[in-house]
């Protein structure tokens, strides 16, 4: 729904004609605002949240590259942060019936889409959001509060697999052709996808964790992947929702929390095999494989030297791989 051009804003549809175009993955066409690609109804979302979002000193954002594991950090970060409210021995605990989606919710691509100026006062402190804006697009009162963002990204080649699968069933579900691997592959490097390009979103936040790395904790799916624990305890820190020694020593917490929010559990819940979020996406094109190297099934050796050119080039001396 997101994705479709129509019911814009009289801002927005004046704003349009003066941005580059391109030809979009799903959408008719992505718009090229502040160096980022987006479609036009989410670059509405984009702008109203920029203009109006006020961060709470308390407010947790998370922010991730498109298909890098988004569903995963909501729904560890909620189990993390909300652990002494909720019991998850109780049958309904949130994460069992609400795909994470809709316990942390996007700014740019759901609320601000849905109104431009909601009322966020009954949100619980500390209030998670989520937004896949880009470090310098962030609203100012997030650069200005001392409130703090996770950030997670992945590997480009299973980031633009993951996105290739993702965009091509959001298509079938509009009745359109699926988009060829080569077609797309040429405008992901081109930095024309989903708040592309990819790898300068990256390094923006990658260079902001270096400078002030109480603000930002710059996370990838891979480390996530190899040493679960060690990465949420590293969260618990840096959120200021540390795990007691008690919670520690007893281990029976974390990976109570690890097991929920695992692939596995989540992709069978039921309101994830058969449930859809409010904007539309059936709950089930969040989980795929969720495995790391998943590239190697489809991408040729001609598109690997591709992706990973471009990301020498452009990760450089900054002393970022992935
Ligand atoms: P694949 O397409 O490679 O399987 P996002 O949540 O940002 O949209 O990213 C989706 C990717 O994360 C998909 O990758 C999906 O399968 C994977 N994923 C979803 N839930 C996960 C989980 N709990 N653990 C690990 N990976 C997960």
């Known amino acids: ?78 189990a993390l ?74 590997n480009p080649k299973d980031t633009f697999v993951s996105l290739w699968h993702f965009t091509n069933k959001l298509r079938l579900i509009g009745n359109m052709e699926t988009n060829s691997l080569e077609d797309v592959l040429d405008r992901f ?38 040493n679960p624990t060690f990465y949420l305890k590293k969260i618990g820190e840096f959120l200021d929702f540390p795990f007691s020694s008690e919670e520690e020593k007893s281990g029976g917490i974390l990976e109570e929390i690890l097991t929920i929010c695992s692939f596995d559990n989540l992709k069978n819940l039921e309101v994830n095999k058969s449930g859809k979020l409010s904007s539309g996406e059936e709950n089930k094109a969040f989980f795929r494989r969720g495995e790391v190297g998943d590239w190697k099934n489809f991408l040729t050796a001609e598109m690997v030297d591709r992706i990973n050119s471009l990301t020498e080039e452009k990760f450089g001396a900054s002393g970022l791989e992935l």
């Not at 004609?17 to 160096?35: I, T």
């Not at 036009?40 to 298909?67: M, W, Y």
């Not at 990819?198 to 996530?224: A, C, I, Q, R, T």
Request: proline share 8%.
């Open 189 to 226: 490097c081109k930095g024309v996808s989903i708040y592309g390009p990819f790898w300068d979103h990256v390094l923006g936040y990658w260079k902001e964790s270096l400078e002030n790395p109480n603000k930002v904790l710059f996370l990838k799916y891979e480390d996530l992947k190899e």
């Open 1 to 78: 729904k997101y994705l479709q051009d129509d019911k814009l804003t009289q801002e927005c549809e004046e704003l349009l004609p003066s941005l580059p175009k391109e030809k979009g993955w799903v959408s008719s066409h992505f718009y090229q605002y502040k160096g980022f690609w987006h479609p036009a109804r989410q670059l509405q979302g984009v702008i109203a949240c920029q203009k109006h979002f006020e961060a709470q000193n308390s407010d947790i954002l998370l922010v991730t590259t498109p298909k890098s594991g988004t569903t995963w950090l909501k729904a560890i970060v909620f």
């Open 81 to 154: 942060v909300k652990r002494m409210h909720y019991h998850r021995g109780m049958e309904n605990y949130p994460l069992f019936m609400n795909n994470p989606h809709d316990l942390v919710p996007f700014l740019d691509l759901k609320i601000y889409v849905e109104n431009q100026t909601p009322d966020l006062s009954s949100f619980p402190c500390p209030r998670l959001f989520a937004t896949h804006l880009p470090f310098n697009s962030l609203p100012k009162s997030v650069h200005n509060a001392p409130c703090k963002i996770v950030y997670l990204c992945r």
